[in-house]
């Protein structure tokens, strides 16, 4: 780890900075100090740099944010764990490997992982809410070509974002992380028009905003019951 006080005092030249330097940086400021800590200001003075500097790179917090989010998930790409099973793979195979590709970085980056249950600005509609679109976009096209269709396809994503989310938040939780709510721009900021390049989210809009928590809470508890029931009648 390097030292505060040698990287705040500007005692080595800054760097040369691009998008993905910031990112990374950012990633790096919030595993050690939180997420609260993260403010464009900070993430200058960690890098060696003012301020300003940054906004060449990432036109606010918001950016950031998303940026932060969106780096995380590309490295979900690299592992092949965003595409099909090129070897002819289920989709339950598909969501196997992304479960635990998800798990791996929460555990990896648990303090950065809540801001992956916030809502993204171009679409605070979401339920749930899931910051990344690229990743939004990506299981929803997935989950069409392997034979869903929309509407089973937005109910897959509802199901196992609910899941994953809930069960990793509760799980950075016992880490001390904060997991208290992400503060972004004002609601209605921006449009749903941005979601251009998101075909499949801009599309399934009304389905993914229609808010079914009370059935789908029920139907969840009602299939705990059936397993704990399952496994009861096994002993």
């Keep these: ?34 997420l609260g800590h993260l403010t464009m200001r900070r993430l200058g003075s960690w890098l060696g740099v003012e ?5 060449r790179y990432v036109s606010g917090r918001d950016d950031l944010l998303a940026g932060i989010v969106d780096h995380l998930v590309d490295q979900l ?15 339950q195979g598909y969501l196997q490997r992304l479960a635990h590709g998800v798990r791996r970085v929460a555990l990896q980056h648990p303090e950065v992982f809540p801001l992956m249950a916030s809502s993204p600005p171009q679409a605070p509609w979401l339920c749930p809410p899931l910051r990344s679109l690229n990743w939004m976009e990506s299981f929803l096209g997935t989950m069409v070509n392997y034979g ?6 937005v109910q897959v994503y509802r199901s196992f974002a609910t899941f994953l989310l809930g069960h990793l938040l509760l799980e950075v939780a016992t880490r001390g992380v904060d997991l208290s709510p992400i503060t972004t721009s004002e609601p209605g900021r921006h449009e749903s028009a941005n979601l ?7 599309r399934l809009q009304s389905h993914l905003s229609t808010n079914r928590a009370a059935d789908e809470f029920e139907e969840s508890l009602e299939a705990l019951l059936d ?7 096994s002993h």
């Design 148 to 153: 869903f269709d929309d509407r089973q396809a």
């Design 77 to 91: 790409y690299d592992q092949n764990l965003m595409e099909p099973d090129g070897q002819g793979g289920g989709w």
């Design 51 to 55: 301020a300003m500097a940054l906004y």
């Design 1 to 34: 780890m390097r030292d505060k006080g040698q990287r705040e005092a500007g005692s080595r030249r800054p760097p040369r900075l691009d998008r993905a330097l910031i990112l990374e940086s950012a990633i790096a400021l919030i595993d050690e100090e939180g």
């Design 196 to 202: 251009a390049d998101y075909p499949h989210v801009y």
């Design 227 to 233: 397993r704990l029931g399952s496994l009861r009648r």
